[in-house]
């Protein structure tokens, strides 16, 4: 009988660890986003779209305060994570996280149809 409340502890124990959210980075919110899966094409008031747009390491163009992080080329399909408000890029100040943890920020006037993008 000595060990008769050592199960009921340990039940409490265990539930009250089961129910104590772990800390995380706030990163976690953006992998559990629904992805947006979109097309760069230079947005609606481009005739057309050659070459490669600039990606940002965050939401603006300003080389000074932001360095360019890659390109996409035009045409491309790209996973749409969130979006921020950051500096206006032809009339626009929406710009999309393309990836959570590398791929950087794209204007969101780069694009011409992309809906159901989640805020960040």
Sequence with gaps: MKYSFAIPAL?????????????????HGLESR???SCTVNGGPTASCCTGSLTRY???????????PVGTTPCGSIVQI?????GEAVNGNSM?????????GMMPASFFSSCTGISPC
């Design 11 to 27: 039940a409490t124990l265990f539930l009250s660890v089961q129910a104590t959210p772990a800390a995380v980075p706030e990163l």
């Design 34 to 36: 629904a992805v947006v």
């Design 57 to 67: 390491g965050c939401a603006t163009t300003n080389t000074n305060q932001c360095s």
């Design 81 to 85: 994570y969130c979006y921020q408000f």
């Design 95 to 103: 710009w999309y996280r393309l990836n959570p943890t590398s791929n």
